[in-house]
């Protein structure tokens, strides 16, 4: 069974840009749950969805955005990026919503904004 | 509002020695509570988790981890270290309702040859 995957593994944007990240969870996963990672910080919560809602949404300006289609994958949209944005961005999916103890994250993509 | 500290962002440990890292939390009630290793390069696996029932919850690895409702807190061990075990240690915790997960910042676990 392939496990959760992330692309592009690397990204290499400039200031004001904006970038899409994706992620396809495991088969037959519905929840997708996306977190910023950044040294010293530890994982902040940006969102989670479940059945193409968003269920959850952590403390982020409005610039952060996703959504999940049909098949369960998700993307995740940042605008007018920031040098702060730069960080490793962590996907996880799950069967259902809230399942934490049964969560399986992506390798992540490491955004690098100059 | 729920919160996680993990003392010390560097651990090191010579090889074939005890690991402890430290988790504190704050609760109002007892949360679920999670250890997740990320080696380098690599997405974060579940080590092991406490939600209800025996306070010692044993893991992967060799991993074990406590949870201590008088002190708060949740501390990772391990009785001998190995080199394999170098990655980085996040300890999180999230509420009965609010499934949301509340992280550390985690702890770079060193091992020493």
């Known amino acids: 069974k392939a496990g959760v995957t992330q692309t592009p593994r690397y990204l290499i944007k400039t200031r004001g840009q904006q970038v899409t990240l994706s992620c396809s969870p495991i088969?037959?996963?519905?929840?997708v749950s996306w977190y910023q990672q950044t040294p010293g910080q530890g994982l902040q919560f940006l969102f989670e969805?479940?059945?193409?809602?968003?269920?959850n949404k952590g403390n982020f300006p409005g610039r952060f955005s996703g959504r999940q289609f049909s098949n369960s994958r998700s993307e995740m949209n940042v605008s007018t990026l920031e040098l702060g944005d730069s960080a490793l961005y962590l996907c996880?999916?799950?069967?259902?919503?809230?399942?934490?103890?049964?969560?399986?994250f992506g390798s992540g993509t490491q955004l690098s904004v100059l | 509002a729920q919160s996680v500290t993990q003392l010390g962002s560097h651990v090191s440990v010579s090889e074939g020695a005890l690991v402890l890292l430290r988790c504190n939390y704050s609760?109002?009630?007892?949360?679920?509570l999670f250890w997740y290793v990320q080696y380098p390069n690599q997405g974060l696996q579940l080590l092991l988790k406490?939600?209800?029932?025996a306070t010692l919850v044993k893991g992967i690895n060799g991993f074990e981890a406590e949870f201590k409702k008088s002190e708060t807190s949740f501390h990772l061990t391990k009785p001998s270290a190995h080199m394999s075990d170098a990655a980085e240690y996040f300890c999180?915790?999230?509420?009965?309702?609010?499934?949301?997960?509340?992280w550390g910042a985690g702890t770079k676990l060193i091992i020493k040859p």
């Open positions: 609760s109002s009630v007892p949360p679920y």
């Open positions: 088969s037959g996963h519905r929840s």
């Open positions: 996880a999916s799950s069967l259902v919503q809230g399942m934490n103890e049964k969560l399986f």
């Open positions: 969805y479940f059945s193409e809602t968003q269920r």
């Open positions: 406490y939600t209800t029932g």
């Open positions: 999180a915790v999230s509420g009965h309702s609010n499934y949301q997960l509340i």
